[in-house]
Every structure is written in structure tokens, then in C-alpha cells.
């Protein structure tokens, strides 16, 4: 355990978490550091891999109890000595091995373990608009298929084996080990059937024993509307085959929304920015703003700031927690270049205008005289 990290610490979950806690703190890290989103980082790859391998550990209720002993009991290796998918069964076969093991006190026969397969993770991109609104998409893969010709068994017809005679068919085997403490018992993975309790007599020719083959999935998925970069989907059984027959491991589908031109998402709601004209600032006036489908009518009121912002509810992303809104900001849009003839008559209007007709510049004026005892007319 000396040159292993804390777990848990990679996790950043403390030592008594719950499963849900763990897995959710390991989704959100293997999001934030898929190779997919880092495609030139060797750093975020092996911490990628670092995630993965302290979730494979923390997620298996066996695997678990077998780090926290490690963690608990430095240097004793007794544990950490079985390693593997097949490893310790934990306190419970400790005991059992002690008791029931060498037919003194009627113990049970454990049964076979068998390892699930590993999870797959996929990042489909999205246009922004089918994220909103929901689309299908076709997904393709590699991964291990559990073989069909033998159930994953690994045997001819999925029947030419026998049950191991090491084991006795129960995947595991006991062992001895002395250690400052005295001499312990332990039960670890069979080494002569890798934990299956069986012995193939006959190997499958299409997978060569192995229990799977290497193909290529495909399958159309239906994303419902409303999903974000930090939404992702999960299909029951369409990871990694497992190496001795156990469940499949599940497939996570994750995405990534390309931007819009003009409108911004934040969760639920939509927000845009759109250039009025300095006379539609003044007087008021009625403007279209860009929407999920359609433009949308506003109204701006007379005397309107630029930066003022608008809230249309309702008009923005619909998800299962409800509808947003959309916010409409505007700004002023001021000319970057005017003649001489527009110029004088911009000054014409502004000596025709009062200092009196505009709030802030009052307000200004006022304060400026407070301070410095000037008085400003119009800047």
C-alpha cells in the first residue's frame, strides 16, 4: 500500500462514503478529465486512468473491504498479496475459510465469483438546437461481445467443461500465510480455473476460450430534449464482456453541445444580446430577438439603457425540471463613423435637449457639484 494513492483521496470522497457518492464524484472527474476533452494532455489521461482504476476498487463491495483492511494494516500484504478481478472475498470468506473451511463447524460453500465487465464511456457531439430539442443518433463501438456460439462459457457448445477439482467448484482456494500476528487463513481466486470453479475440456473455437469476441456494436439512441455537457445517458449491458462469464459492463453515453451563434445556454435558460438604434432607445419601438425556433417580438419602452436586460419566460430551454426563460440584454448600437452634416446635427439636438429631461446626466452633474463644487451643464 506504500506506493499506492489513497483512493478515496483521487475519489475526493471520505473513507465512509456511500456508493451513490462514490460513483457520482467518479463520473463527474472521468468527465472532467476524458481523454476526449484532452486530446493533447498525457497528464489528464493518466489521471483519467488513475480515476478509473480507484472507482474499479471502491465500486466492488469485496474489493473495498479488502483496500480498507490494506489502508487499515500497513504492511501486512496478506490482502493485497490475492490482487485481481478474482481476489478476496473479503472478512465474511475469512471466516467462513476459518470455520467452515476444514469441517469443524458446517460452513457454506462459497459460490464461483464472477467479475463484471468493464464500463465503456462514449462522447457524441450535438448541435446546439439538438440538444434542446432532442434528436437520435447512431453510436458505434468496439468492444468484447460475450461469444454467442458458447454463452460465454469459453467451452465448446457451451458445455465441454467439467468443475474444477482444485477448487472444488467453488472458484476459490484457501491459503496459509504467517505473519507477525501468527498465521492467518485466507481465501483467494482458484489459480488453476481463474475463479470460474469449471475447467474447459474443450476450448470454443470461435472465441479460443476466452468467453467473447471483439465486434463492432452499433444502435440508435434516443436523446431527449434538453440535455447539456454535463448530461449522460447509460444502456444496461452494452460495456465490456467479462472475462469469466460474469455481467457485462455498462455503456455511458456523454455529450458535447457545439455553441450557437447568438444564444447562450446556462442550465435552463437562454440569454442574447441584441443592438438597438439609439432612436429605438429614446422613443421605444418594437424589435425581433432571435428564439429556439423563431424569432420573437419585443417591446422596448422609451427612455431604455443600453445594457438594460429583458426576461421572456417560458421561451427558453424546456428540460424535466421545467422551462426557462430567455433574457434579452440590448446596447445602443452607436455609429463609428459620422459626416460633418450628421455631427452638427447631433449637437443641434443635444443643445435642444435639457439637462434637466436626463436622470443620470442630473444626477451626475449633482453629485460632481457636491464634491468639487463645479457645476456641469452637458459633457
Keep these: 500500500m506504500a506506493d499506492k494513492k489513497n483512493y478515496y483521496?483521487?475519489?475526493?470522497?471520505?473513507?465512509?462514503?456511500?456508493?451513490?457518492?462514490?460513483?457520482?464524484?467518479?463520473?463527474?472527474?472521468?468527465?472532467?478529465?476524458?481523454?476526449?476533452?484532452?486530446?493533447?494532455?498525457?497528464?489528464?489521461?493518466?489521471?483519467?486512468?488513475?480515476i478509473n482504476e480507484a472507482n474499479e476498487t471502491l465500486s466492488d463491495e469485496n474489493k473495498r473491504?479488502?483496500?480498507?483492511?490494506?489502508?487499515?494494516?500497513?504492511?501486512?500484504?496478506?490482502?493485497?498479496?490475492?490482487?485481481?478481478?478474482?481476489?478476496?472475498?473479503?472478512?465474511?470468506?475469512?471466516?467462513?475459510?476459518?470455520?467452515?473451511?476444514?469441517?469443524?463447524?458446517?460452513g457454506r460453500q462459497s459460490a464461483p465469483?464472477?467479475?463484471?465487465?468493464?464500463?465503456?464511456?462514449?462522447?457524441?457531439?450535438?448541435s446546439f438546437l439538438d440538444a434542446i430539442k432532442g434528436c437520435s443518433k447512431e453510436i458505434s463501438y468496439f468492444r468484447n461481445e460475450p461469444c454467442k456460439s458458447c454463452s460465454g462459457t469459453g467451452a465448446k457448445n457451451g458445455t465441454a467443461f467439467t468443475q474444477c477439482s482444485k477448487c472444488g467448484g467453488s472458484g476459490r482456494v484457501k491459503y496459509q500465510q504467517d505473519t507477525i500476528f501468527g498465521r492467518t487463513i485466507q481465501v483467494g481466486a482458484c489459480p488453476d480455473c481463474n475463479g470460474t470453479g469449471k475447467k474447459i475440456t474443450d476450448r470454443c473455437p470461435d472465441c479460443k476460450g476466452v468467453g467473447y469476441t471483439r465486434k463492432q456494436t452499433s444502435f440508435t439512441i434516443n436523446i431527449p430534449a434538453?440535455?447539456?455537457?454535463?448530461?449522460?445517458?447509460?444502456?444496461?449491458?452494452?460495456?465490456?464482456?467479462?472475462?469469466?462469464?460474469?455481467e457485462c459492463g455498462d455503456l455511458y453515453v456523454y455529450f458535447r453541445i457545439d455553441p450557437h451563434k447568438l444564444l447562450v445556454r446556462k442550465d435552463k435558460d437562454l440569454f442574447v444580446t441584441v443592438p438597438i438604434s439609439y432612436r429605438t432607445a429614446c422613443v421605444g419601438g418594437k424589435i425581433k430577438v432571435p428564439g429556439i425556433d423563431d424569432?420573437?417580438?419585443?417591446?422596448?419602452?422609451?427612455?431604455?439603457?443600453?445594457?438594460?436586460?429583458?426576461?421572456?419566460?417560458?421561451?427558453?430551454?424546456?428540460?424535466?425540471?421545467?422551462?426557462?426563460?430567455?433574457?434579452?440584454?440590448?446596447?445602443?448600437?452607436?455609429?463609428?463613423?459620422?459626416?460633418?452634416?450628421?455631427?452638427?446635427?447631433?449637437?443641434?439636438?443635444?443643445?435642444?435637449?435639457?439637462?434637466?429631461?436626463?436622470?443620470?446626466?442630473?444626477?451626475?452633474?449633482?453629485?460632481?457639484?457636491?464634491?468639487?463644487?463645479?457645476k456641469i451643464e452637458k459633457q
Design 65 to 106: 473491504k479488502q483496500y480498507d483492511y490494506e489502508l487499515e494494516h500497513p504492511g501486512m500484504g496478506g490482502f493485497g498479496g490475492m490482487g485481481g478481478a478474482g481476489g478476496m472475498g473479503g472478512f465474511e470468506d475469512i471466516i467462513s475459510s476459518m470455520f467452515g473451511g476444514f469441517g469443524g463447524f458446517g
Design 226 to 246: 434538453g440535455v447539456d455537457n454535463d448530461s449522460s445517458l447509460r444502456k444496461r449491458g452494452y460495456g465490456q464482456a467479462s472475462a469469466n462469464g460474469g
Design 295 to 374: 424569432m420573437i417580438e419585443l417591446t422596448i419602452p422609451a427612455g431604455t439603457a443600453s445594457g438594460t436586460r429583458f426576461s421572456l419566460r417560458g421561451k427558453g430551454v424546456k428540460t424535466v425540471n421545467g422551462t426557462g426563460s430567455l433574457f434579452v440584454m440590448v446596447e445602443i448600437d452607436i455609429p463609428n463613423k459620422l459626416s460633418r452634416e450628421q455631427i452638427k446635427k447631433i449637437d443641434d439636438f443635444e443643445d435642444s435637449v435639457q439637462l434637466k429631461s436626463c436622470y443620470n446626466m442630473q444626477k451626475f452633474s449633482s453629485d460632481v457639484s457636491s464634491l468639487y463644487g463645479e
Design 9 to 50: 483521496d483521487v475519489l475526493g470522497v471520505t473513507k465512509d462514503a456511500t456508493p451513490d457518492q462514490i460513483k457520482s464524484a467518479y463520473r463527474k472527474l472521468a468527465k472532467q478529465y476524458h481523454p476526449d476533452f484532452h486530446p493533447n494532455d498525457p497528464a489528464a489521461a493518466e489521471k483519467f486512468k488513475e
Design 113 to 126: 465469483q464472477r467479475s463484471r465487465g468493464a464500463d465503456i464511456e462514449q462522447t457524441v457531439r450535438l
